[in-house]
C-alpha cells in the first residue's frame, strides 16, 4: 500500500497494441500534475500483462502481476488484445475482466463530455454511464470457474446471464449518489419488457435504491430507446444506471457522440479498490506509429486520482485531477488534437501540450 510520508503505490500495465503509448502518456501528465503542487512523486510499479507476459510467463495474466497489485493502493491499465492471443489463451476472461472479477471493481464509471474545440456529433452531450461490472450478459462474470458458456452440441450455444439484488443495490447507490452530485436525475436503463424476471428485477431494486435519495428525479427507458434517446436528444441525459453488457455498447455509442472513443473515460471500482482504464480497444494497427489518442486514459487517470483522494480526504489529489482535466480540455480548446479527431498532433505531442498547460492556473 502507500509508501513513506503518504506516497501513492500505483501499478501500472502496458497492455497491448497501443497500451504501452497511452499509459506512458497517461503516467506522463500524473508525474507533472502532483509535481506542479509539490505533491510527493507516485512509486510507479510496472506489471506485465497481454502478450509480453505470455512471453515470459506463458500467460496474458500472470499471478505474480495480480498478488503484486493486491499490495498496491490502485492502478493504471492499459488496453488488452486477446483476440490475438495464441488460440489456448483466448479461453475464459480476458485479463482486464479478469481483474475487475479478482478485485471485486463491481463500478465501471463512464463519464461522456463534448470539448471545445472537438467536432461532436452531439455537441451538447454531458453525462455519466453507471455500468454494473460484476453480473449480467457477460457471462465470464457469473460463474465461480469457467466460461459461463456451454455448447451441448457444435450447433448450439447458451451463456448465463445473473442479476441479483445485492449487486443491483449497490450500483445503484453508486448511480444515485453520481446523480445526487450532478444535475439531479438518474435513468435507469433496462429491457424489463422482454426479460421481467432479469431485468425487471435490475429496474425495481434501482427504482427502490432511489427512494432513499428523495431529491433526485428517477425514470427508466427500455435500452433500445435510450440509444435512440442518446442519438436524438443526448442532453436530456445526466446519470444512466444499467447492466453490465448494455452499458458497455451504450457508453461506445455516447463516445462517439462526443467525438471519438479517444476521449471515453473510465473508472473500475469497488468500495476499497480502483482501476483507471479507457473504454477503447488495443488498436493494434495504430501501435508504435505515435498516433494513438492519449487523452482517454489520461482523463482516466484523472478520475483515479479524484477517487484516491476522496479515499484518503487528500485535497491535494483531487486538485491534481482536475489539473488533468483542464489541462487535456484546454489543450482541445486550443485545436490541438490527434488524427482520430481530425488533427495533427502525435501522441508525443498531444501530451506535451496537456503538460505545458498543467502549469496554467
Not at 499509459?23 to 505533491?39: G, K, S, Y
Not at 479515499?311 to 491535494?316: E, F, I, N, T, Y
Amino acid at each position: 500500500m502507500s509508501g513513506a510520508n503518504g506516497q501513492l503505490r500505483l501499478g501500472l500495465i502496458e497492455g497491448d497494441g497501443i497500451g504501452p503509448e497511452v499509459v506512458r502518456a497517461a503516467r506522463e501528465v500524473v508525474d507533472e500534475a502532483l509535481a506542479v503542487l509539490a505533491a510527493p512523486a507516485v512509486d510507479w510499479v510496472p506489471l506485465p500483462m497481454g502478450h509480453t507476459a505470455i512471453a515470459e510467463f506463458g500467460e496474458p495474466l500472470p499471478e505474480s502481476t495480480v498478488r503484486t497489485l493486491d499490495e498496491l493502493d490502485a492502478w493504471i491499465l492499459g488496453p488488452h488484445d486477446n483476440a490475438s492471443y495464441p488460440a489456448e489463451h483466448r479461453v475464459g476472461a480476458p485479463p482486464g475482466g479478469a481483474i475487475r472479477k479478482r478485485f471485486g471493481l463491481y463500478a465501471n464509471i463512464r463519464p461522456v463530455r463534448a470539448f471545445a474545440g472537438v467536432r461532436a456529433a452531439a455537441d451538447d452531450i454531458d453525462l455519466v454511464i453507471v455500468r454494473e461490472n460484476s453480473e449480467g450478459f457477460y457471462a465470464d462474470r457469473n460463474m465461480a470457474a469457467g466460461s459461463g458458456e456451454f455448447a451441448p452440441t457444435a450447433d448450439i450455444a447458451l451463456s448465463v446471464g445473473v442479476v441479483t439484488r445485492a449487486a443491483s443495490e449497490r450500483i445503484a447507490h453508486e448511480a444515485c449518489r453520481s446523480a445526487a452530485a450532478r444535475r439531479g436525475r438518474l435513468t435507469i436503463v433496462h429491457k424489463a419488457n422482454v426479460l421481467p424476471m432479469t431485468m425487471g428485477l435490475f429496474r425495481d431494486v434501482c427504482y427502490e435504491v432511489a427512494r432513499e435519495y428523495p431529491r433526485l428525479r428517477v425514470d427508466d427507458e427500455h435500452v433500445d430507446a435510450a440509444a435512440a434517446h442518446l442519438v436524438r436528444a443526448p442532453a436530456d441525459y445526466d446519470v444512466l444506471v444499467t447492466e453490465n453488457l448494455f452499458g458497455d455498447i451504450l457508453s461506445d455509442l455516447a463516445g462517439e457522440l462526443s467525438g471519438s472513443l479517444g476521449l471515453a473515460a473510465s473508472l473500475n471500482c469497488s468500495a476499497t479498490r480502483a482501476m483507471a482504464q479507457a473504454v477503447h480497444g488495443a488498436a493494434p494497427t495504430l501501435a508504435g506509429h505515435n498516433r494513438a489518442n492519449p487523452a482517454a486514459l489520461q482523463l482516466s487517470a484523472a478520475m483515479l486520482l479524484r477517487w484516491l483522494g476522496s479515499q484518503r480526504g487528500d485535497v491535494v489529489l483531487s486538485r491534481a485531477a482536475d489539473r488533468v482535466e483542464r489541462a487535456v480540455a484546454a489543450t482541445f480548446a486550443a485545436g490541438i488534437a490527434t488524427a482520430d479527431l481530425g488533427g495533427l498532433a502525435s501522441t508525443r505531442e498531444f501530451t506535451e501540450q496537456v503538460c505545458a498547460r498543467l502549469h496554467r492556473r
